[in-house]
């Protein structure tokens, strides 16, 4: 069974004020098939352990691992990366002017597959995998996210999950921005994609209105830089209620 | 419409804005309108590479156009004209010809004090026609030459001319679009590594009428093609796209004019370079002046290069001048830089290598102008040139 794991990861970047240490120990291990929500108050570093996953190059890994299957993912590079089968969802997706979006679907294929796919076979998963996220067939055709809506530049984010087959995958706020019917058919498409291929998910959220439709097995509460406290899908039914302010005060008195 | 004929000898300025420099603590200001025109060669004097014009340009390479004489013949052209619209050349005398403008440089007026007879293309049929100009052996001769491109009104065409081959040529392009017309006109440049092309494009805009003007210059030592667009009828509408992609030891520059001369025009100005290798050179400047009849003018220019390898230089100046308060809209913007990190994090997050990420994102980045060229057949051969001209130089 593969495993994503991530051991006391340490993680600085520079800012104008000089080095900012942002995560400080973060221990985490996701098994294929689980899903792990990380929810967290703004600013605690959840996207920074996302990046770091991924291998922006913005993040300085000042000490800890990230393997997969035994493997150091952290001297991988960031297409090795993904082609090792790790897949970001990103809270907010880059506009890539004049490439389009069918192009881009079509060279991250190949990249990642190797070879390019049959083209009839793959325009019909595509066209399929646009209709059930309720997408326009013209967005093949439009350039990658530019002058997408944020819901659209979700969908699109889940559309290359569906597609791209990872093993494991973060999805970082995909839930922010959409409203509530967006947010069901863009949870759908995850749930989707999970039973097709066994995705691993690392859950990044601020609230737990997504996690109704796409079931946590594992709550982690992350708070500055650290997972605070861990537990099961009950955790985050007290996070609702109860929010983070008992952890951001158990905090400030550590 | 300021009509300037070729009886108007001597140097005639229509100034508001004007030079005195004699009053104590004045910055000389000279309005984009104002530059001193004329059709003869000897009313420019001898360039030294230091006037504003010519600063930025390798005088030095281009002097035999600057100064002296100049063949003026026909060359050949390779052509098939649709039904609708007519090519043939035409002599001196021609009535199309003076119609849209006049040299503001000693280059331009030297082509124009040389050229024997001009290379005519005009546009009648209603039903959209393309026509394609091809001319690949100028050779190294110095010449002189004029093109005069006529859309009358209502009529509907594309007119592309592509340059390939050796060139040391100084032209001048006269594009007069009539009311209602719409053209499409696209020049591109894509010499041989010695050729050097000095042209300037004057171009008249008429009521409801509209233009698409599209330069690209991918290939040349020195190309200089400066478009001058005057939206000189109400309700006329301009698009002015520019690509170019220079290499080591390339200069390639455009000074763009736009002139919201009428009320309630449209102007578009997008230029986008990429620059690679030791000594590769690009000018870009773009005046955009909204005149004080303008009113309702909508306007927007920008200009992009994107710099690949070390030892390279753009220069961007926009330029805007604005004498009427009623106006839409009117913007610049003006950018020069590397690769965005983050376009590139993006796709190698998707399994893409680094280099094909750069290759996608150059192409992308300069797709957003081949996209706009509007001619299928061309957008294929551009693409597949931008290809080739990256190829093996992103690593
Ligand atoms: N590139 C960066 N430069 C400077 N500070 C950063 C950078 N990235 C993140 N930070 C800072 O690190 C902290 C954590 O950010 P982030 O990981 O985005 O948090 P979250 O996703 O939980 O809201 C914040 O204080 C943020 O301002
Ligand atoms: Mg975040």
């Not at chain 2, 190294?140 to 390939?164: D, K, L, M």
């Not at chain 2, 000074?255 to 230029?271: D, F, P």
């Amino acid at each position: 069974m593969s495993v994503l794991s991530v051991k006391d990861l340490h993680v600085s970047v520079e800012t104008e004020q000089g080095t900012k240490q942002i995560l400080k120990g973060v221990n985490l291990e996701i098994k294929q098939g689980e899903t792990h929500a990380i929810m967290g108050p703004n600013g605690s570093g959840k996207s920074t352990l996302a990046y770091t996953i991924a291998g922006h190059p913005k993040y300085h890994v000042e000490s800890g691992s990230i393997t997969l299957d035994g493997v150091e993912v952290l001297d991988m590079s960031i297409d090795e990366r993904a082609r090792a089968g790790l897949f970001l969802a990103m809270q907010y997706p880059v506009e890539i002017p004049g490439v389009k979006v069918a192009d881009f679907l079509r060279t991250a294929k190949t990249a990642l597959a190797g070879e390019a796919p049959a083209l009839r076979p793959w325009i019909k998963e595509v066209n399929g995998a646009m209709k059930a996220l309720r997408m326009d067939k013209a967005f093949s055709d439009r350039n990658v996210n530019e002058g997408f809506s944020g819901g659209e530049k979700k969908r699109n984010e889940i559309l290359q999950l569906e597609l791209l087959k990872p093993g494991f995958a973060i999805l970082d706020e995909t839930d922010s921005g959409l409203d509530v019917d967006a947010l069901k058919i863009v949870s759908e498409g995850v749930n989707r994609a999970q039973e097709a291929t066994g995705l691993g998910l690392l859950l990044i959220t601020h609230y737990t209105r997504i996690l109704r439709y796409i079931k946590p097995d594992f709550v982690h509460v992350f708070v500055d830089g650290r997972v605070a406290e861990q537990g099961g899908p009950e955790l985050a039914d007290r996070l609702e209620n109860e929010g983070y302010d008992r952890f951001l005060t158990d905090t400030s008195v550590a | 419409m300021t009509v300037v004929t070729p009886e108007q000898h001597g140097l005639t300025a229509h100034s508001d804005g004007g030079w005195d420099a004699s009053e104590k603590g004045f910055v000389p200001v000279q309005t984009r309108s104002a530059r001193p025109q004329s059709f003869e060669h000897t009313d420019f004097a001898p360039v030294n590479g230091l006037e504003a014009e010519w600063k930025l340009t390798p005088v030095k390479l281009i002097k035999p156009l600057l100064d002296d004489a100049l063949d003026g013949a026909p060359y050949a052209i390779d052509t098939e004209a649709p039904e609708g619209i007519s090519v043939e050349w035409v002599a001196r005398d021609d009535s199309r010809i003076a119609s849209a403008g006049a040299p503001e440089e000693r280059a331009s007026a030297n082509a124009w004090t040389n050229f024997e007879q001009a290379l005519a293309i005009t546009i009648t049929g209603e039903e959209h026609s393309t026509v394609r100009i091809s001319r690949a052996e100028l050779g190294s001769t110095a010449r002189a030459g004029h093109i005069v491109i006529t859309a009358r009104p209502h009529s509907n065409g594309t007119v592309i001319v592509e340059s390939t081959g050796s060139a040391l040529l100084s032209e001048n392009v006269e594009v007069v679009v009539e009311e209602g017309a719409t053209l499409n006109f696209v020049s591109v440049q894509d010499w041989a590594d010695d050729a050097i092309h000095l042209a300037s494009h004057f171009v008249q805009v008429g009521r409801s009428a509209t233009l698409k003007h599209t330069i690209v210059s991918l290939g040349g030592k020195v190309v200089r093609v400066n478009p001058s667009v005057h939206l000189s009828g109400e309700g006329a509408d301009g698009e002015l796209y520019g690509l170019y992609f220079a290499d080591a030891g390339q200069h390639l520059e455009q000074r763009v004019y736009l002139h919201h001369e009428a009320a309630q025009t449209r102007g578009r100005v997008s230029y986008k370079g990429a620059l690679q290798g030791t000594g590769a050179r690009t000018v870009w400047v773009g005046d955009v002046l909204i005149g004080p009849h303008a009113a309702g003018t909508d306007s927007y220019e920008q200009n992009r290069n994107l710099v690949l390898t070390e030892g390279t230089r753009a220069d961007s100046i926009p330029n805007l001048e604005i004498e009427t308060g009623d106006i839409q809209g009117a913007g610049h913007a003006s950018a020069t830089g590397r690769f965005d990190d983050e376009q590139l994090f993006y796709l190698q997050a998707r399994g893409i290598s680094e280099s094909e990420a750069r290759r996608l994102v150059v192409i992308g980045f300069l797709s957003e102008i081949v996209q706009k060229v509007g001619d299928e057949q061309l957008e294929a051969r551009l693409h597949t040139a931008i290809e080739a001209e990256l190829e093996g130089t992103i690593s």
